[in-house]
């Protein structure tokens, strides 16, 4: 149990001379960050993730099954959204090449959070799960 707590310790505050440097701690915040985003907006969008794709492809799974409450085209909208988002994201990084600072935002990805907007200003009548 010791050893696991050290490694964890080591993975949130990387020694000096750490092969990745601040790599693990900034992948640690990312991980955390994203779970607060999906979780928000799966509570305030009308039940969509816009930070992970999996819980949408599920989603989509269930429509599909017709299980009841989950429309296909809310999820299909989000997975199209984020397709758009991570194409224009990935053109960017392209166009930047080698300097990463000002593509830094990208991944973000926009796109997949104004399709959700867009998928619960449609489905504002509709039961969305």
Request: aromatic share 12%; hydrophobic share 50%; glycine share 10%.
């Amino acid at each position: 149990m010791t050893s696991h707590l050290a490694e964890a310790g080591r993975t949130l505050i990387p020694r000096k001379d750490d092969r990745y440097g601040l790599l693990s701690p900034a992948l640690v915040i990312l991980t955390f960050v994203a779970g607060l985003v999906d979780a928000l907006s799966y509570l305030a969008l009308g039940h969509v993730f816009v930070a992970n794709v999996t819980g949408n492809i599920v989603f989509l799974g269930f429509a599909f099954a017709h299980a009841q409450g989950f429309v296909w085209w809310t999820s299909a909208l989000t997975l199209a959204t984020f397709m758009i988002g991570a194409f224009i994201g990935g053109r960017i990084i392209h166009y930047f090449g080698a300097n990463r600072a000002p593509s830094a935002g990208v991944h973000v990805n926009p796109a997949g959070f104004c399709g959700s907007c867009a998928r619960r200003h449609l489905s504002a009548q509709s039961v969305c799960a």
